[in-house]
Nanobody
Framework: QLRLEESGGALVQPGGSLTISCAIS????????IGWFRQTPGNEREAVSS????????TYSDSVKGRFTITRDFAKNIVHLQMNSLKPEDTAEYLC?????????????????WGQGTQVSVSS
């Protein structure tokens, strides 16, 4: 069983920055793809970013491209999402997930394990 635990969520002012993290445990899955998704009440999960362990290829949604950066520390088994120039519309619960296939995936349906989420709120 792969376990993922998000941390770092907070209340941030518009234009601010925040880094959230996803700690992976249970078994080492360096080839896994780790994705970040976000969700607001009543809406479907939206893909934000992902990074494949096989190709090391990052993906970003159009809404965060140029503002968010995903990084992966394979030694510590942790994935970070650095978020800059935050906007009120970035407010959501952010969840990380693991896809055992290691493919470059952006759709939630392909992911096998999920964390519980961390809340990011952007407001003045």
């Amino acid at each position: 069983q792969l376990r993922l635990e998000e941390s770092g969520g907070a209340l941030v002012q518009p234009g601010g920055s925040l880094t959230i993290s996803c700690a992976i445990s249970g078994f080492r899955c360096s080839h896994c793809t780790i994705g970040w998704f976000r969700q607001t009440p009543g809406n479907e999960r939206e893909a934000v970013s992902s990074i494949s362990g096989n190709t090391r290829t990052p993906t970003y949604s159009d809404s965060v491209k140029g503002r968010f950066t995903i990084t992966r520390d394979f030694a510590k088994n942790i994935v970070h999402l650095q978020m800059n120039s935050l906007k009120p519309e970035d407010t959501a619960e952010y969840l990380c997930a693991a896809d055992l296939s290691g493919a470059v995936e952006v759709e939630a349906r392909f992911y096998d394990f999920w964390g519980q989420g961390t809340q990011v709120s952007v407001s003045s």
